[in-house]
């Protein structure tokens, strides 16, 4: 009788230890919040050092894992991804902040400690830098022999940029310039700390001035269309036609009509109660998602841009930077690597 008690005490100690370990591991990463299920764990991946940021093009992950550089996985299944490439930037610059990755896959632009490196995907050479270290955002399109580059640097003697660059080397080594001269080039300088930016039509952008709100810029030229200064810390912007999401600090979302540049109208507004500090914004659909510097990633209803709702939301450990590719959501993560989630309905 001792023997089966002692049996039967050890048997419950180790499926109590197993299941306690499998909820510390599903907190993780699972909703926490009231907001629903909208958004649901897939998977997650180390990377070889921290993810600061990602691009996904075609199938294929490229995150700028610091200090080594560009990691490429393999990302067709987003359950298993599996690393296919790596690609170490130049000794001067370990940073690999921000990364910036083209629709073709053919170039990609990491951030570093002297500015944004630029890769030639197709055989893997460093081509040049361009600009000061401290970039916080980037955007890249390849058009032809036509490179195509946005960029906004928190300092205000840099500011946003755009530029473009035309190919002077071949079809299968690219070379622009030697990145010196660009054959057009647009800038915005302010005294305020830029943060992210997101275009929108008719060559404008609309730039996140953190406490002063957002600014809309003709980027080809740098002019200002419309300022307008909203309540929190503005530090991303998503466009959904007329309808501008911000990424607000602890003031999470607001949403802004900018139907007329000069006369934005702030719309509506969410505070969420489990999220710190909203850095990043995606909007897909009628579905914004938000990435908190510290609580990971909430997934908001704007179908009625005055009344956003949480409808989702999934915890990472030390969320970075975000993307979103079709249904699925990759998450940098300082601790966690690459993190992967899925948007239903």
Not at 59 to 78: K, R, T
Request: charged share 20%.
């Amino acid at each position: 009788m001792k023997r089966f008690n002692l049996t039967a005490t050890i048997y419950i100690i180790a499926i109590l230890m197993l299941l306690t370990g499998c909820a510390e591991r599903e907190d993780a990463v699972s909703p926490y919040g009231p907001g629903g299920n909208a958004l649901v764990f897939v998977s997650q991946t180390p990377v070889q050092g921290a993810a600061k940021d990602v691009a996904v093009v075609s199938g294929m992950a490229y995150v700028a894992d610091e200090p080594f550089g560009i990691s490429i996985y393999d990302v067709s299944n987003p359950n298993q991804p599996q690393l296919a490439e790596t690609y170490a930037l130049q000794a001067n610059g370990v940073k690999a902040r921000v990364i910036a990755v083209d629709s073709t896959a053919r170039v990609a632009a990491v951030e570093s400690d002297n500015g944004l490196q630029f890769f030639d995907l197709l055989n893997g050479h460093y081509m040049h830098n361009r600009g000061s270290g401290g970039h916080v955002d980037a955007e890249i399109f390849l058009d032809g022999d036509l490179l195509k580059v946005f960029r906004c640097d928190r300092d205000n003697t840099d500011g946003f940029n755009y530029e473009t660059f035309v190919n002077t080397g071949t079809a299968d080594s690219l070379w622009y310039n030697n990145f010196l001269t660009p054959s057009s080039y647009g800038n915005y300088q302010e005294a305020y700390s830029l943060y992210g930016f997101c275009l929108g039509n008719a060559d404008t952008a609309y730039v996140s001035r953190n406490a002063a709100g957002i600014a809309v810029v003709e980027y080809t030229t740098g002019a200002v269309l419309g300022e307008l200064n909203t309540a929190g810390k503005i530090r991303d912007a998503a466009l959904n036609g007329n309808i501008l999401c911000l990424a607000a600090g602890y003031e999470a979302i607001i949403t802004v009509d900018v139907s007329d540049p000069a006369n934005m109208q702030a719309l509506g507004s969410l505070r969420i109660e489990n999220a710190t500090d909203i850095e990043w914004i995606e909007v897909v659909g009628n579905k914004a998602v938000l990435l908190d510097d510290y609580d990971g990633a909430f997934v908001v209803d704007i179908s009625d841009p005055a009344g956003p709702s949480l409808i989702g939301d999934m915890e990472t450990s030390d969320p970075n930077n975000f993307c979103i590719v079709g249904d699925y959501v990759y998450i940098a993560d300082e601790d966690m690597g690459l993190v992967i989630g899925k948007l239903v309905n």
